[in-house]
């Protein structure tokens, strides 16, 4: 295959991967609702009758009745008619969060108090819709006892629990006929719980984390889901709009529902539990883990912070998603972790991070561009072949190649380091938009925010400046003009996109577009080094 039907090919398939991966996103966002701030008032998903006692629910089965040993599906149906507005029977303070308790023994409400996190109004951020799915809500296989379940409300052992460096532990029961319910729950001041279900007469039930936090409306292409982890470390991951049948997992350590920065997680690494994602009536996944008599697990509802998790256990980083990229892009935000740890700022630490890049790569960007400079000269030798040979494709070929190889020109060596970078920036693409330690996270002046859009728009302009720039210092094989003018613009519609798109995000591309500039020079500046001294050798 000849070097223009090459870069035309590959050129093409990069701009069609630019324009799906951006263009698509951006202009066709998913319909979202508006954040919420904590302060929000909630409109009920179900008019309830007199009292804070929902009726249940006869379109919303239990899940399905299993053996303690099985794997269990739960059925997959909307969630037992309860009230949105009820009042809580338990408030958590604690120094960065604060949970409501509502009358069924679920976390109702979760409102995150860093600053970093509040809404443009300046108030607490609300993580969960109150018409979904609540954490801690306990469903049975026995249909009987599963609609009494959603009658009874619980008793709390306390109304207001505060913490601030030690755990305390909040006690919920639920008195039902011929049975009784306890939850009790240990709760840390960093988010994480200790939780034990236990029904005095064994029955089997079933436990979830709850849909997944609604803490961001992005318009980009975010992964947002559920995610199941076996005992081997392989992860399942369904994302919303997705979930088309159940899932069943034996032995899940890790059980989490997650949104861009928060999740909320089951987790049990010593004996793995049996667990499944299942579809709710919009086909969003929606997770359980099962018991039976006593349940004892962990959880954890809060940002997916890195060092948070680690801190808890080293294996619960693997709940931080990243979507197709994960297997490329979680070892890089952990070599970006290790950087910021040394230099204390994000937006210093993606800068190092890029430069580390290109330094792995340079060997490989040193030959490609050395390859694409000598094709360039050799495209006035390869059009005289051609016009010689075009009624002989074999000969051409044949003459073709020996071109080559006399002048040390190899026509795929200008598309490798290209091919290689497509999956180093998708999955650097997905950390800069997925990592909470971004959210927030101030670089130089005005940039506040590495997980927001440059407020001026100063990061945008430079980076599409610098793609022009790069162009014309890089060789130009391509002889059809609509390939040379889709090119000629490609800066103007990249930097239109990247308008709104994370700084951090931009703050990586500019980079790399430098430091691109100043390898082509040097690699310029060899070949011309190269060209003279082959030269001599001739005149020799």
């Known amino acids: 295959m000849e070097q223009n039907d090459l870069n035309k090919r590959l050129m093409l398939a990069l701009v069609l991967s630019f324009v799906i991966l951006f263009g698509f996103s951006y202009l066709f966002p998913q319909a979202k609702p508006a954040p919420r701030d904590a302060n929000a008032t909630a409109t009920p998903a179900h008019q309830v009758a007199q009292g804070t006692a929902p009726a249940a629910s006869p379109a919303a089965p239990a899940p399905s009745a299993t053996a303690e040993s099985k794997a269990v599906t739960p059925t997959p149906t909307p969630h037992p ?35 970093k996190y509040q809404t443009e109004a300046g108030k ?23 609609a009494e379940a959603f009658q009874k409300p619980y008793t709390a052992s306390a109304s207001d629990v505060t913490l601030t460096d030690a755990p305390k532990t909040l006690t919920l029961t639920q008195v039902l006929s011929g049975n009784t319910v306890t939850k009790t729950l240990t709760i840390y001041p960093d988010g994480h719980y200790d939780l034990t279900v236990h029904t005095d007469t064994p029955a089997d039930f079933f436990v979830t984390p709850g849909h997944r936090p609604e803490a961001d409306h992005a318009r980009y292409m975010l992964v947002r889901g559920a995610m199941i982890r076996d005992s081997k ?25 997650f949104d861009r920065y928060a999740a909320s997680l089951f987790y049990r ?4 539990l049996p667990a499944t994602l299942t579809p709710e009536a919009d086909q969003n996944p929606l997770p359980f883990v099962t018991g039976k008599g006593t349940l004892t697990l962990h959880g954890y509802l809060g940002p997916k912070e890195y060092r948070t998790l680690q801190k808890l256990n080293p294996q619960l980083t693997d709940a931080i998603e ?4 994960t297997f490329l892009s979680r070892p890089f935000f952990k070599v970006m972790v290790w950087i910021h740890d040394y230099v204390g700022n994000w937006g210093w630490a993606i800068v190092l991070f890029t430069l580390l890049v290109k330094l792995i790569l340079f060997p490989l960007s040193y030959k490609g561009m050395m390859s694409m400079n000598k094709m360039k000269e050799l495209a006035p030798k390869m059009k005289a072949l051609k016009e010689k040979y075009k009624g002989d ?67 945008p302009v430079l980076m599409g400046a610098s793609m022009w720039l790069m162009q014309k210092l890089q060789p130009n094989t391509m002889t059809d003009p609509m390939q040379q003018k889709i090119f000629q613009w490609f800066p103007v519609i990249m930097t239109f ?19 691109s ?17 082959t030269k001599a050798d001739d005149a020799a």
């Open 269 to 272: 690494f010593d004996a793995p």
């Open 497 to 515: 996109f990247f308008l709104t798109f994370p700084a951090g995000l931009v703050l990586y591309w500019l980079t790399n577009n430098l430091l």
């Open 393 to 459: 494709p074999a000969k051409l070929n044949q003459q073709t190649m020996a071109l080559y190889k006399k002048h040390g020109a190899n026509p795929m060596g200008g598309c490798l380091p290209m091919l290689l970078q497509i999956p180093v920036f998708f999955a650097l693409y997905r950390v800069l938009l997925n990592a909470d330690e971004l959210h927030g996270a101030h670089w130089i002046g005005w940039i506040t925010n590495l997980a927001d859009k440059d407020p001026i728009y100063v990061l």
């Open 81 to 115: 008619a309860t009230p949105t507005h009820a009042t809580p029977i338990a408030t958590i303070h604690a120094p960065d969060f604060v949970w409501t308790i509502d009358p069924f023994g679920r976390i109702a409400s979760a409102q995150l108090l860093e600053k």
């Open 322 to 325: 990243f979507g197709w990229f």
């Open 124 to 146: 607490p951020l609300e993580l969960f819709d109150p018409k979904q799915v609540k954490p801690l809500e306990v469903r049975f296989s026995d249909a009987a006892l599963n």
């Open 233 to 257: 470390g392989v992860s399942t991951t369904i994302e919303d709009g997705k979930a088309e049948q159940a899932v069943t997992i034996p032995d899940a350590t890790i059980v989490s529902a």
């Open 517 to 533: 500039i100043g390898q082509q020079l040097i690699i310029n500046r060899a070949y011309a080094n190269h060209k003279a001294k």
